[in-house]
């Protein structure tokens, strides 16, 4: 494999394994092994495991956007937005600082620059963005918990999707 290959394997490993895991329990050698890379790789490419998650954050949000920006489907895009949802909650959970880490958040701000057009007051549109933001983030983690707990089990993926949609626009829109 060559540089190229190794760090997309290795970015690919960390995202799904600090999505399963965290990155706290997480070790170096065993991205390297899901990878399938000599573990003095991963020193040699990205440094510490603190750069790997900084790198998989920034490689999450850029790849995403990627997708977005290409018109892919709203499955793989879902399903994108899910594992960078997952990668950011649990390491903010594991006390990692994402907002420090991650120097890039093309995703969301391309959410602002929807929200903003609606909007002169600058404050108001960054605050409305947020709330939207945060719903879609916490439907995509507590969806199954959030159907049981409210006894929306009749309601399917796609019925959820156009509701949370649904009250993103309405957040969006309130002024």
């Known amino acids: 494999m060559g540089k190229d290959e190794v760090i997309a394997a290795v970015l690919e490993a960390a995202s799904e394994l600090f999505a ?30 603190h750069q790997l998650l900084a790198a998989t954050l920034q490689h999450l949000a850029d790849s995403t956007a990627a997708l977005r920006e290409s018109g892919a489907p709203p499955e793989q ?42 909007h002169s007051d600058e404050r108001t549109a960054r605050l409305l963005a947020a709330h939207g933001m945060a719903l879609q983030v916490g439907w995509a983690l507590l969806g199954p918990t959030l159907r049981v707990a409210f006894g929306l089990q009749d309601l399917d993926d796609a019925d959820i999707r156009a509701a949370v949609a649904e009250q993103v626009a309405k957040i969006v829109a309130s002024q």
């Open 77 to 118: 895009l879902e399903t994108a937005y899910e594992l960078q949802a997952r990668v950011m909650v649990r390491s903010t959970l594991d006390g990692f600082a994402v907002e420090e880490l991650q120097q890039r958040f093309p995703g969301m701000e391309a959410f602002l620059d929807v929200v903003r057009a609606d």
């Open 20 to 49: 399963e895991k965290g990155p706290a329990a997480t070790s170096i050698r065993e991205v390297a092994a899901r990878a399938g890379v000599n573990h003095g790789l991963l020193h040699r490419h990205f440094g510490s495991k």
